[in-house]
Structure formats: structure tokens, C-alpha cells
């Protein structure tokens, strides 16, 4: 058995998790290209409201998904280019010259934010 899907993950990495899971169980990874599914791409996930809080997901997602599979070397070169994102991204000139002064603080606040962030202390 595979089990359910990994709570830990909130938004994003869940399907590639339970795959692996699978692929590790024996279970093989199947692609039916006539099969069609409608997902209500961001509904709610593309609300300028939830838009910090699905960026820290992502982000704290994908450090999980890491930190479950991958070496320890690979962990910390992982979060080393997110923290160089980070950095390059206060830089940006969209943090400028952007007429919408609130998108930009909250733009700088958060990769800031994100910059300054521990994930070991977010839920996991």
C-alpha cells in the first residue's frame, strides 16, 4: 500500500510524492493521454489575497520535498539558490518602477520575507 497523500505538503509536490511512494512500492506510473480531467486551475490560488501565502507554500513544499528524498548536500544547495532568488529578486527593477505601490512593497516584503525565512520552524 502507498498510503494517503502527504499532509505536509499543502499546495504543491503531493502527486509527485505519491508517485514516488509508488514507484518505491513496485507500482508503476501510468500516462492515459485520452483521459481528460477539468481542474479548476486556481480558483483560489491566483486571488491577489492568497498570493503571499501560496508562495510561502510553494516554497515550503518544495524544501519538503527535498528534505524527504534527497541527500543532505542537495538540501543545502537547494535552499542556497532559493536564498539567491531570493536576494536577486530585492533587487529587481519590477520593485522600482512599478506603478502599483502596494504590489511592489508587498513584493519587497515578501522576498524579504522568504529570504529571511526558516523552513524548519513552518510545519516541519
Not at 518505491?24 to 492515459?32: D, P, R, S
Not at 536577486?88 to 519587497?108: A, C, E, K, M, W
Request: net charge neutral.
Amino acid at each position: 500500500s502507498v498510503g494517503l497523500m502527504d499532509e505536509n505538503h499543502f499546495l504543491y509536490n503531493e502527486e509527485d510524492d505519491f508517485c514516488r511512494r509508488a514507484r518505491e512500492k513496485g507500482e508503476k506510473i501510468c500516462f492515459f493521454p485520452e483521459t481528460s480531467v477539468l481542474h479548476l486551475h486556481a480558483q483560489s490560488t491566483h486571488q491577489n489575497c492568497h498570493r503571499e501565502k501560496v508562495i510561502v507554500e510553494a516554497y515550503l513544499s518544495n524544501i519538503y520535498f527535498y528534505s524527504k528524498y534527497y541527500s543532505y548536500f542537495w538540501n543545502l544547495f537547494l535552499r542556497f539558490l532559493y536564498k539567491i532568488t531570493f536576494l536577486l529578486g530585492l533587487f529587481s527593477p519590477s520593485n522600482f518602477y512599478n506603478q502599483d505601490s502596494r504590489t511592489v512593497s508587498g513584493s519587497f516584503s515578501l522576498k524579504i520575507k522568504l529570504l529571511l525565512m526558516n523552513p524548519e520552524k513552518n510545519n516541519f
